[in-house]
């Protein structure tokens, strides 16, 4: 089908549509049938739109439901009031046509995502399209997203369209997807360093009047006393990470080495998980900082930043991970059609991707079936809780050594140039 006579290729094409067959089967079908999937996460966003709309309190359920001990693994909504306004819509339908819709959305955006990113990339080989199809219906996260209705692939388009944007030099688009996404959720914020540092001041100048308009609706659709609610007392408490297995954030590693009882009971680190979390995260914007250029604007090295803010998020569920969807396509993209990746790169990344397709999988059932006590069985048991950042991690590594080749094979012409 594919023009490719090599057995290989026909083989690897019957896999990737095997695998996307089976995806569509366990996780899009569902979502058509009479029973109304769960969708925990989009349950808390539609009642909190739902109180938006009537003129309620949109933090009430987390405030009747929040564990004092750690605030990060309550139920109930956990966002600023505009993104619950921008949901109001969906309460004016029933909850289960509201759930349908919400799914299918959400796919639709990580497909959109992908489809900016080759708009301006130009469409993917054969091989790379491949590839892609393969980690999209294995990756882990995506499918988490899609039993939760987990709302990250609304940051991921709005990376996406500020990566785009940026790109084309269009630094006012740019600013404004990305102050949408700091409004949605804070994590993106921590693109700011490596923005100041490139001297985009008119990108933060737009990123900050879009959060500002951010503000400015939740304190319209909404009491001044809730909006105030949520800054106030909500973000530190979130902020303060938290050492649950579920956090794959180095600030999460660090609570859990500091204090291995955080790993099911919650809670933070303290001031050893201070010390631990912060150098971390420091080495993690300096290695970002290093590959930085201040003249032209690589695609990949912006992907590089965006892979580095799962790990220095103080809270990174798995769900996060949807956000390396836009790197990891950016790496094949390089890969394929600009300079092979080492040998031994590949083999990282397989890793990585074993760590985000596998080894989640492996996790869950030994937190249900534990293998017997010993130290093989504790290491096994500990490496698999770790799998997201580990892949996280494996993926900003080889990400950082091919912007710095990519930059280095850039130079070398240039310098020869001059030479002459």
């Known amino acids: 089908m594919l023009g490719l006579q090599h057995w290989r290729w026909r083989i690897a094409f019957g896999l990737a549509a095997l695998l996307a067959a089976l995806y569509l089967w366990r996780m899009v079908l569902p979502i058509l049938e009479p029973a109304t999937p769960r969708a925990d ?86 091989a790379e399209a491949l590839c892609m199809l393969v980690i999209l219906v294995t990756f882990f996260p995506v499918t988490a997203t899609l039993l939760t209705g987990a709302m990250n692939p609304v940051l991921l388009l709005l990376l996406s369209l500020a990566w785009a944007a940026w790109l084309r030099r269009r630094d006012t688009l740019a600013g404004a997807a990305l102050g949408a996404a700091i409004v949605i959720k804070l994590i993106p914020a921590a693109l700011i360093p490596y923005l100041l540092v490139r001297r985009h001041f008119r990108l933060l100048l737009a990123a900050a009047a879009a959060a500002l308009l951010g503000v400015a609706l939740g304190l319209v659709v909404t009491s001044p006393a809730h909006s105030l609610h949520y800054f106030r007392d909500m973000v530190p408490h979130l902020s303060a990470g938290s050492g649950y297995r579920e956090n794959e954030s180095l600030s999460g590693l660090a609570s859990r080495v500091c204090n291995p009882a955080t790993a099911d009971l919650g809670g933070n680190g303290g001031w050893c998980g201070r010390i631990v979390a912060w150098p971390a995260i420091a080495v993690v914007l300096g290695l970002v900082m290093v590959a930085t250029r201040r003249r032209g604007r690589s695609g990949l090295e ?119």
């Open 41 to 126: 996460d989009f349950q808390d966003y539609w009642q909190a739109a739902l109180q938006i709309r009537t003129g309620g309190d949109p933090y009430a359920d987390f405030d009747r439901t929040h564990t004092q001990q750690d605030w990060t693994l309550s139920s109930g909504y956990l966002y600023p009031p505009a993104f619950a306004a921008l949901l109001a819509p969906f309460t004016a339908v029933p909850n289960g046509l509201a759930v349908r819709v919400w799914l299918l959305l959400m796919l639709a955006m990580i497909l959109g995502s992908l489809v900016v990113v080759y708009r301006v990339l130009g469409p993917p080989g054969p």
């Open 302 to 420: 912006f992907g590089l930043a965006v892979a580095a803010l799962p790990l220095v998020s103080s809270v990174t569920w798995g769900f996060h991970l949807v956000l390396l969807l836009l790197p990891i396509a950016l790496l094949l993209h390089h890969h394929f059609r600009v300079a092979p990746l080492p040998r031994w790169h590949v083999r990282l990344l397989l890793l990585a991707w074993l760590c985000f397709s596998v080894f989640p999988g492996v996790h869950y059932l030994l937190v249900f079936r534990p293998l017997p006590p010993g130290l093989w069985a504790t290491l096994v048991t500990r490496v698999m809780a770790e799998s997201y950042l580990l892949g996280t991690l494996l993926l900003f590594a080889v990400l950082w050594q091919t912007v710095r080749a990519a930059d280095r094979a850039q130079a070398e012409p240039t310098a020869a140039a001059a030479a002459a």
